[in-house]
């Protein structure tokens, strides 16, 4: 059975940090790139941070450029998403995603709540 769980989000002050992860189970986590999408209350879910399935390249969306940084463990079969200097456009639900070009597979996460309030 696929699993991606994440966790790690919560209430945070502007100006303050989280990091989220996701554990996954049931599929091999070494052969998928991962994301990290997030969805604001009346907005699309829109893409964040992509890590390649060995982890050696990165892509940002331009607004979390400098301030979040996405990372994955192998061997923990877990992916990180470090987020620094949060603003309260950053408020939404965080997901994280597993997908794979051939055979072509995309699994989901639950989401975490991610709330950037003074």
């Known amino acids: 059975q696929v699993k991606l769980v994440e966790s790690g989000g919560g209430l945070v002050q502007p100006g303050g940090s989280l990091r989220l992860s996701c554990a996954a189970s049931g599929f091999t986590f070494s052969t998928y790139a991962m994301s990290w999408y997030r969805q604001a209350p009346g907005k699309e879910r829109e893409l964040v941070a992509t890590?390649?399935?060995?982890?050696?390249?990165?892509n940002y969306v331009d607004s979390v450029k400098g301030r979040f940084t996405i990372s994955r463990d192998n061997a923990k079969n877990t992916v990180y998403l470090q987020t620094n200097n949060l603003k309260p456009d950053d408020t939404a639900v965080y997901y994280c995603?597993?997908?794979?070009?051939?055979?072509?597979?995309?699994?989901w996460g639950q989401g975490t709540q991610v709330t950037v309030s003074s």
């Open positions: 890590i390649t399935s060995a982890g050696t390249s990165t």
């Open positions: 995603r597993a997908d794979r070009r051939s055979p072509y597979r995309i699994y």
